[in-house]
């Protein structure tokens, strides 16, 4: 039996893996699936400018394993942004995400990410124009307010007009982001977690569905979340310690726990079908025994001697047997 929330939306999954640069790209998406077969996941943040001129099937193909996936869409030009959704629903995406919430010196640049918090009529035009273009949701992920604009009524406006042009799903990060002086990786700690306000969005406009991300490491502090919002997203957590995911999986869906092993011999003939490196994907699953004697063994072999390997199964079983020696 399903274990979520009763106020829990069917638009959107009640657990999603957030989009992370460098992180959730395809490899990672199809491990991340067999641990979690219910979570919604997500690619990187892919510029329109990359779709448009770069090598669009390395960009955006992915296995059918992963499915319900997102793509993740950074941009601000309304036309390039309704191609690119275009080209993501022919994909065989299963939604499209505007990314408003990215705090990057390189993002802002190109004048999107978080500083499209400060012009949401632009967002809406955005959305529209790819709702126009597309018969698959489009969403937004943002943060609650940027620099010294971080207060309620600031995200009510945002929210406001958004959803005016029909985006009726809405992932917020429970941090404001400053746009000048703190790094992406401080703008992820330092801002204080504000749920509060987040939590008054869903209040007064529950018709939305109001997904919550920041901040959630606990399983308790997560089923305490959905209490109030529609649905959680787990970021890092979720990719540092990924047998995280199973716990949830077991909380909110009742999915019973895969062996930690089984999912690393599961993993084995993906890798083998793949033409990239065998660290391309391997790199993803050092955090799968977090936690546990043996670890760190487990974690050397597929970071260092995994460079040198011919072997896919070699490598990860020798990672393995270094587990299992030292458990």
């Known amino acids: 039996m399903r274990k979520v929330a009763e106020n829990s939306s069917p638009k959107h999954p009640v657990l999603s893996v957030a989009p992370m640069i460098d992180w959730t790209d395809r490899h990672c998406r199809v491990f991340h699936r067999l641990l979690s077969p219910n979570a919604l996941l997500y690619t990187e943040m892919i510029t329109t400018s990359a779709i448009l001129n770069g090598d669009r099937n390395r960009l955006l193909g992915f ?17 390039d942004l309704a191609t690119c959704a275009k080209i993501g629903e022919d994909f065989g995406y299963d939604a499209i995400n505007l990314n408003c919430g990215c705090p990057s010196d390189r993002v802002q640049k190109g004048a999107f990410g978080a500083c499209l918090m400060a012009d949401p009529q632009l967002v809406a035009d955005s959305v529209a124009a790819m709702k126009a273009a597309v018969n698959i949701p489009v969403t937004v992920k943002c943060r609650i ?112 726990q895969p062996d930690r092993i089984e999912i690393c011999e599961k993993m084995i003939p993906y890798i083998e079908s793949q033409s990239s490196t065998i660290h391309s994907t391997t790199r993803h699953m050092l955090g799968l025994f977090n936690g546990m004697r043996g670890a760190r063994s487990f974690r050397q072999i597929l970071s260092t001697e995994v460079h040198t390997a011919t072997s896919t199964k070699e490598i990860v079983q020798k990672a393995l047997s270094a587990l299992q020696q030292t458990t």
């Open 145 to 256: 307010g940027i620099d010294d604009s971080d207060d309620y009524n600031f995200l009510e406006d945002f929210i406001k007009k958004i959803s005016a042009a029909g985006c009726d799903t809405f992932i917020i990060h429970a941090r404001k982001a400053w746009l000048k002086g703190l790094s992406p990786k401080e703008n992820r700690e330092i801002p204080p977690l504000r749920y509060d306000i987040a939590a008054e969005i869903k209040k007064n406009y529950p018709n939305l569905t109001i997904i919550l991300n920041g901040g959630l490491t606990k399983l308790d502090h997560i089923q305490d979340a959905l209490k109030t919002f529609d649905g959680v997203m787990i970021g890092r957590e979720a990719y540092n310690n990924p047998y995280f995911l199973t716990e949830m999986e077991l909380a909110l869906y009742g999915t019973p």
């Open 63 to 79: 296995s059918d394993v992963e499915h319900p996936v997102a793509l993740q869409l950074g941009g601000s030009d309304l036309a």
